[in-house]
């Protein structure tokens, strides 16, 4: 219901995850269907866990879906090698689907933040027809800044589904629920926002 791709359209879809970690969420949308699906975080992170739950899970995602195509690599935020890297991994070129949840993390008083460097990355990832999918989870105050920062290059494509939408048990938790925000790059002024479909959805 929610989803910003259509059941029947998987698989022409590129999908770019940052931050991954664990993996979960870039696989769930390879057993849907996704052409390829690329995992990205910090060296430790891909070598120690995300290519672990790939080959983990590797064999019981092939039976539900033959053509799944997931792969992890590293990708530091910011890093214009890594980001280069990245889309020389899709093809050379943009993914249609870019994720990144959970990963406004709180930051030591006085240390530089990553969100700057995590912005940076998203645009030099994505281009106009690229859906931004941004899972926004409120640690601190601050967390705030990254959607503000985001929402200076994106404009909303779907109206924002709260974690009590998607699951009705998330009603019962006090806080840090995530809200997913599923946005398309800014047009110019001399632009209309370009969608497939009037909804949003590819």
């Keep these: 219901k929610y989803s910003p791709i259509r059941a029947n ?8 995850e940052l931050g991954a970690g664990v993996g979960l969420t870039g696989i769930v949308t390879g057993v849907l269907g996704a052409r390829q699906v690329l995992l990205t975080d910090l060296p430790v992170v891909i070598e120690g866990i995300t290519k672990k739950n790939i080959a983990l899970n590797g064999s019981h995602l ?3 879906n033959k053509s799944l195509r997931v792969s992890a690599q590293p990708l530091t935020w910011g890093c214009a090698k890594d ?8 093809g050379g070129t943009f993914p249609d689907l870019l994720i990144a949840g959970d ?4 930051h030591k008083p006085g ?9 940076d990355t998203v645009l030099n990832t ?4 690229t859906i931004f999918v941004f899972g926004h989870r409120v640690r601190m105050e601050a967390s705030n800044d990254l959607l503000n920062s985001f929402l200076q290059h994106f404009i909303y494509v779907q109206d924002i589904i709260s974690a009590e ?14 809200t997913l925000h599923v946005m398309k790059r800014r047009p ?9 479909y009037p909804d949003g959805k590819l």
């Design 9 to 16: 359209a998987w698989n022409k879809v590129k999908v770019l």
């Design 62 to 64: 092939k039976g539900l």
């Design 83 to 90: 980001e280069i890297d990245a889309i020389a991994a899709l």
């Design 103 to 106: 990963v406004s993390y709180q």
């Design 111 to 119: 240390a530089p933040s990553h969100f700057e460097a995590l912005v």
């Design 126 to 129: 994505s281009n106009k027809n």
């Design 165 to 178: 939408k998607l699951d009705c048990r998330f009603k019962n938790v006090p806080k840090h629920n995530i």
């Design 188 to 196: 110019a002024k001399s632009e209309e926002l370009e969608c497939i």
